[in-house]
């Protein structure tokens, strides 16, 4: 079985400060991982994912995450936060070994407030 | 990145009367969609797996005659709420698996959403 750990309900930061939305996880063969970013009343728009390569994952909007292996980590960054950047994160994972498609399970969401 | 539609938007029905929510994938063939609601205060519940030309495969819990779904083409897949109660009035949302390679294989890409609102 596959999981995903978003520990945080909400997160608040002010802006230009840098912000920081946690994920962990658990998946039995190589993680494919994803974040997700939610505006009210819209749908999940994607944001970057990791598969393989390089650890440190840039994506849209100026996020960045860093997949942490040994943490079992997939922290979702961005190093000056916006007003316009609240909104519900989610984190998801799926099993890279499976073959074709495998079930992405997703985390319960993370409320982002940036504070002017 | 890939494109999926959804449509309606929104949608208001009466009682006991049913609605069809449509969900395409636009810029990619989707053989795998998946359709979930999204409960107040976030939660995303997985109701389904749609696969083209097959069964879907339903959550537990998910009625299956309530919830009907339809994955006639490899770019729509339909979600039918029979006999719609007010409990039913949700945010739904539908996504499609992008298969294969380079900056948008490997993903799942979310619809809009839409809201229902059965009175």
């Known amino acids: 079985a596959q999981s995903v750990a978003q520990p945080e309900d909400q997160v608040n930061v002010a802006e230009g400060n840098p912000l920081t939305v946690k994920c962990t996880y658990s998946?039995?063969?190589?993680?494919?991982l994803f974040w997700y970013v939610q505006y009210p009343n819209r749908g999940l728009q994607f944001l970057l994912k990791?598969?393989?390569?390089?650890?440190l994952v840039k994506g849209s909007y100026g996020f960045e995450a860093e997949f942490n292996k040994s943490q079992t980590s997939f922290h979702l960054k961005k190093p000056s936060a916006l007003v316009s950047d609240s909104a519900l994160y989610f984190c998801?994972?799926?099993?890279?070994?499976?073959?074709?498609?495998?079930?992405?399970?997703f985390g319960t969401g993370t409320k982002l407030q940036v504070i002017p | 990145g890939a494109v999926v539609s959804q449509h309606p938007s929104r949608v208001i029905c009466k009682s006991g009367t049913s609605v069809k929510i449509e969900c395409r994938s636009l810029?990619?063939?989707?053989?795998?969609m998946f359709w979930y609601r999204q409960f107040p205060k976030k939660s995303l519940m997985l109701m389904a797996t749609s696969n083209e030309g097959s069964k879907a495969t339903y959550e537990q819990g998910v009625e299956k005659d309530k919830f009907l779904i339809n994955h006639a083409s490899l770019t729509l897949s339909t979600l039918t709420v029979t006999s719609a109660h007010p409990e039913d009035s949700s945010f739904y949302i539908c996504?499609?698996?992008?298969?294969?390679?380079?900056?948008?294989?490997?993903?799942?890409?979310f619809g809009e959403g839409s809201w229902l609102t059965v009175v």
């Open positions: 996504s499609a698996y992008s298969i294969g390679q380079g900056m948008s294989g490997n993903t799942i890409y």
């Open positions: 998946v039995s063969g190589n993680p494919y």
């Open positions: 990791y598969i393989t390569g390089d650890n």
């Open positions: 998801a994972v799926r099993d890279g070994d499976s073959g074709g498609y495998q079930k992405v399970t």
């Open positions: 810029d990619f063939q989707a053989t795998t």
